[in-house]
């Protein structure tokens, strides 16, 4: 995408879960968080997000501490408070609620300058569905192989 620098992916999300949607969500961090995350040091592996009350949190996503940060890092894998409009709010809550979906990070990145997270309202795939995604990889690549 224009004007995006991608920090770091999930990688794994796309083949543990599947998506059903996507959306942007800023993310709230102190400054030297920010500092680790523009030299690309921030991990999503494990991570999830979840609605408590009325605002949505992101845990579990470790970003590195600042080399010169010394005692003003935070926990690296404290709980961070992402910022969405209320009615998505409300409306992924319903989701999450009543359908048995989760929210899961799939890319932290920056746009115009401000840090965002790509949350994915995602269902998780059982390990038949994952072996046929497999599968379907595999015989597509063995297509191009013989093809071309």
């Not at 990688?11 to 969500?25: G, N, P, Q, T």
């Not at 408590?52 to 690296?76: C, F, K, M, T």
């Not at 992924?92 to 965002?116: C, D, M, N, W």
């Not at 790509?118 to 990889?137: M, Q």
Request: charged share 35%.
């Amino acid at each position: 995408m224009a004007g995006e620098k991608i920090i770091c992916q999930n990688r794994r999300a796309r083949h543990e879960y599947f998506i059903l949607d996507s959306l942007e969500a800023g993310i709230s961090l102190s400054g030297t968080e920010v500092k680790s995350l523009r030299a690309g040091k921030a991990n999503l592996q494990d991570s999830y997000a979840a609605v408590e009350g009325r605002e949505v949190w992101l845990h579990q996503a470790h970003i590195s501490p600042y080399e010169q940060g010394n005692r003003y890092n935070p926990d690296p894998r404290r709980k961070r408070k992402l910022l969405l409009h209320r009615r998505e709010i409300f409306r992924l809550a319903r989701q999450v609620s009543e359908k048995g979906l989760t929210l899961i990070p799939l890319r932290l990145y920056f746009k115009a300058g401000h840090a965002k997270v790509e949350l994915g309202l995602a269902r998780g795939k059982r390990l038949y569905d994952k072996r046929e995604a497999i599968r379907e990889r595999d015989e597509v690549r063995r297509l191009e192989q013989e093809g071309g």
